[in-house]
């Protein structure tokens, strides 16, 4: 059997007490007890800086709390987070790079010092101090320079952007930067978009009540506007009590053509959505538009329903308790929650309809999507339409 490589805790222990409480010299200490002379002198000098007889070295608990604090290395996931003190840390094995390092030493050296960390991290202070001192490079001065427009970018909006929709930003700018670079900034720079979260229930289904088929069986597809619609409803806690928000969707360009939103659940507030709907889109019998939700009760009521009837359009419902078969609607809640309402707190009814107002006025005619090639919905409909317009040339 091999022998162990770490020497027993209890064994550490009793070399440091022997070497304290006898004075004897470490080399004589370590022959006896059969350790490694210079294993002996170091656990001894980590025992004074336990015990504040030296400043020269961290502390155990010091050296503890910078592990903890290390800067995550190249190809560590961005959402990897140390779940008590929220600092970003790196995979075992992985070692950050010289950026991250000298950023993590300057945020820390008031307290730790730098040789401390640098130990801790296996850095060499002088490398550290080189860095610091020398002329700044062509690249990292392209960096500091690449830096402000992503810091930029990220403030135009709302710190809601991630560094893909950020590199996409930067590109419809002018600015030409490998989406690699965007990411490797904002992870030594600590910026990061949001994340969504959990969910509440919302719609009850209705298992009694007679339920349109499902026309879209979840293909979240369109050829033009106004030829799909999806609708769900939301929820936000207030100071106040329970806030309800109601969306329509149009699923060709993903603009939001109708909201409201109201303290209750009742049929009233999906129905003032969807007049918002009709009105801004103009709806008229014959254009063949399709309406997609869930089978909450409010979606299956007869008022509802007799609604959509009267102006022409095609209820679909999916299936009871599947998310999938309302995907896009849902998507948009939780990006609404994530974007808007879970980075803060509401005191009120009125606060969260001011702000939606802002959020949605954003979302259709600044945010980029993904899905449409990242543009605004609003620039994706203009597309459209002037394609339309616009004669094919032979």
């Known amino acids: ?7 027993p805790d209890e064994l550490r222990e009793r070399a440091v007490r022997e070497v304290a409480e006898s004075g004897r010299p470490t080399a004589h200490a370590a022959r006896d007890l059969g350790i490694h002379p210079e294993a ?13 007889d030296r400043t020269d070295r961290a502390t155990t608990g010091e050296k503890e709390e910078l592990a903890r604090l290390r800067p995550r290395g190249r190809g560590v996931a961005s959402c990897q987070r140390d779940p008590q003190g929220g600092q970003r840390v790196s995979r075992e094995g992985v070692r950050p790079s010289p950026d991250e390092v000298t950023a993590m030493i300057d945020d820390h050296k008031d307290r730790f010092g730098v040789e401390p960390i640098c130990r801790v991290l296996e850095f060499p202070p002088s490398t550290y101090y080189a860095r610091k001192t020398r002329r700044p490079s062509a690249w990292a001065r392209r960096d500091e320079g690449l830096l402000a427009r992503i810091r930029a970018v990220h403030e135009a909006n709302h710190g809601v952007y991630g560094a893909r929709r950020v590199w996409h930003q930067l590109r419809r700018d002018g600015v030409e930067v490998a989406r690699c670079t965007v990411e490797r ?4 720079h600590g910026i990061e978009g949001v994340i969504r979260g959990g969910k509440r ?14 026309l879209v ?10 030829r799909l619609w999806g609708a769900d409803m939301t929820y936000v806690r207030t100071w ?10 149009d699923v ?20 003032d959505a969807l007049e918002m709907a009709l009105w801004q889109r103009k709806v008229r019998h014959g254009d063949g538009l399709i309406h997609h939700s869930d089978r909450g009760c409010q979606y299956l009521s007869i008022r509802y329903g007799q609604r959509l009837a009267e102006v022409g359009v095609t209820a679909s419902v999916g299936s009871v308790a599947d998310s999938y078969d309302n995907a896009m609607a849902q998507a948009l809640n939780g990006t609404f929650k994530a974007e808007l309402i879970d980075r803060r707190t509401w005191p009120d009814q009125a606060a969260v309809e001011r702000a939606v107002v802002w959020w949605v006025g954003w979302y259709n005619h600044d945010r ?3 899905s449409i090639g990242h543009v605004p919905p609003v620039e994706y409909e203009a597309l459209h339409y002037s394609s339309i317009d616009t004669p094919m040339t032979a």
């Open 40 to 52: 002996l002198h170091t656990w001894v000098r980590q025992a004074e800086a336990d015990c504040g």
């Open 217 to 226: 069986d979840r293909r979240f597809t369109a050829d033009r506007p106004n």
């Open 185 to 188: 900034l904002m992870r030594v």
């Open 240 to 249: 106040t009590g329970w806030v309800y928000v109601a969306f329509v969707l």
């Open 368 to 370: 980029l999507h993904s």
């Open 201 to 214: 229930r919302t719609t009850i289904p209705e298992l009694a009540a007679p339920r349109p088929p499902d």
């Open 252 to 271: 060709y360009s993903r603009m939001i053509v109708g909201w409201q939103l109201a303290g209750h659940l009742r049929t009233d507030l999906p129905l």
């Open 1 to 7: 059997m091999a022998p162990p490589k770490k020497y």
